[in-house]
């Protein structure tokens, strides 16, 4: 079966801190997995996906099929990073997405 | 290039009657999936229509049903309402290559279903 399991339903920190957001996942084969991010009142859009390894606003998240996780970080915080995050998972040849259940992150000023 | 759009954006039903919402994907966009959204179960897949065919069934009873249009827009159906159906439903599209590549998918801003 496929489940993504992020551990934090909350994460506050400081502006200029670090941030890492945990996501786990299982699944028996080569998963495709994302972040995806919504800020208020606006729709759910896609941060990151592990396959084109590349930095968005700053965020990075590295695929650990050893420990089968997919955690996203960002060196230095900002207030602007207030949002709820979601760690989804997709199986090969399907558009099916598998969602945590997500991280609000909140950051102080 | 224009989102996803879903229509209606809330909706207030009652218990027993049946409702259908509507989805217009990107322009070009081939494939289009459905998600329920509720503060209990998080994000849960609901199906996957790709050129008039459902290539994806989540694990949804059979009053979740759905269709696709030759021009790629999508409807589901809810018969029968329950309160447990109370929900964000969100729709994405994704290009979806002729190979049958996964791509993106672009969430729209979903319905909001009320059911008293």
């Known amino acids: 079966a496929q489940r993504v399991t992020q551990p934090e339903k909350l994460l506050s920190v400081f502006k200029g801190a670090p941030v890492e957001l945990k996501c786990n996942y299982s699944y028996s084969g080569s998963p495709e997995l994302f972040w995806y991010v919504q800020y208020s009142r606006q729709r759910l859009q896609l941060l990151l996906r592990?396959?084109s390894r590349e930095s968005i606003k700053g965020f990075t998240a590295d695929l650990n099929k050893g420990e089968t996780s997919f955690h996203l970080k960002k060196p230095f915080a900002q207030e602007e990073d207030s949002a709820m995050y979601y760690c989804a998972l997709r199986a090969g040849g399907s558009e099916k997405l598998v969602f945590g259940k997500g991280t609000k992150l909140t950051v102080n000023p | 290039k224009a989102g996803v759009t879903q229509t209606p954006r809330y909706l207030i039903k009652t218990r027993g009657q049946q409702v259908t919402l509507s989805c217009s994907p990107i322009s070009g966009h081939r494939s289009v999936s459905w998600y329920q959204q509720t503060p209990g179960q998080g994000l849960q897949f609901l199906f996957e229509?790709?050129?008039?065919?459902?290539?994806n069934k989540g694990n949804f009873p059979g009053r979740f049903s759905g269709r696709q249009f030759s021009n790629s827009r999508s409807e589901m159906n809810v018969s029968t309402l329950e309160l447990g159906d109370s929900a964000l439903y969100l729709c994405?599209?994704?290009?979806?290559?002729?190979?049958?590549?996964?791509?993106?998918?672009?969430f729209g801003p979903g319905t909001r279903l009320t059911v008293l």
């Open positions: 592990h396959i």
């Open positions: 229509y790709f050129s008039e065919t459902q290539r």
């Open positions: 994405a599209s994704s290009l979806l290559g002729l190979a049958g590549a996964a791509d993106t998918q672009y």
